[in-house]
């Protein structure tokens, strides 16, 4: 099912029936401030492994997941002050912090070394979904583990709407994916380049 969704000034109506989608155990593709997501409630076991399943993806990686708002990322992750100094200034944005987990994020979403990744992505959408939901919601781009990612709604219903509950259209996106950071032991590491710039890190003290 395709709901279209204006991304300047969205529909709270119709993110209420995302919301009750995900609620029920529904898996969608949503927009977020660089690609499409695949997504749901990470509370949702049989979700997760479903996405798990439809992307191909080796299960010893963990998704990442999005928060609503840094209050909320502090009970998902242990968030020193240093940590916290950097995410409040570059969130919203296309970043994906890696931080030690809290025993609240499910061993599904959790690494060995029981880090976590976690976005807040500067999309009215996504953050009204989140928002709505209650709960983090898993993100993962919007195709099969090694292939491009899907920017146009209306191809990743054509190709992955049959594995889907629903594809939120917000537009078309071709941006690059998330730029990946490490803040373990307080120390800037760049995991992987992405759509968030880097050369502020050079200042952190």
């Known amino acids: ?77 242990q968030v020193s002050n240093f940590a916290f100094k950097i995410m409040k200034r570059r969130l919203p944005g296309p970043y994906t912090f890696i931080l030690e987990a809290s025993r609240l994020v499910p061993d599904l979403l959790m690494t060995r070394q029981r880090t976590v990744g976690i976005r807040i992505p500067d999309n009215r959408i996504c953050a009204m979904i989140v928002g709505e939901l209650g709960h983090p919601l898993v993100t993962t781009s ?36 998330s730029t990946v950071i490490s803040l373990i032991d307080d120390a800037v590491e760049v995991l992987r380049q992405g759509s968030g710039d880097t050369s502020w890190i050079a200042q952190v003290e």
Do not use: H
């Open 1 to 77: 099912m395709l709901i279209s969704v204006n991304p300047d000034n969205p529909q709270l109506r119709l993110l209420r029936k995302v919301v009750d989608c995900l609620a029920a155990g529904g898996v969608i593709a949503y927009p977020t401030d660089t690609i499409y997501g695949i997504g749901c409630d990470i509370f949702n076991k049989k979700a997760v492994k479903k996405i798990y399943q439809l992307k191909q993806r080796d299960p010893k990686k963990p998704f990442s997941f999005i928060c609503a708002d840094l209050s909320d990322v502090t009970k998902y992750a």
């Open 142 to 177: 919007a195709n099969i583990s090694g292939e491009n990612a899907l920017g146009d709604p209306g191809e990743i219903e054509e190709v992955m709407g049959r594995q889907l509950d629903m594809v939120v259209d917000g537009g078309i996106l071709f941006n690059a994916a």
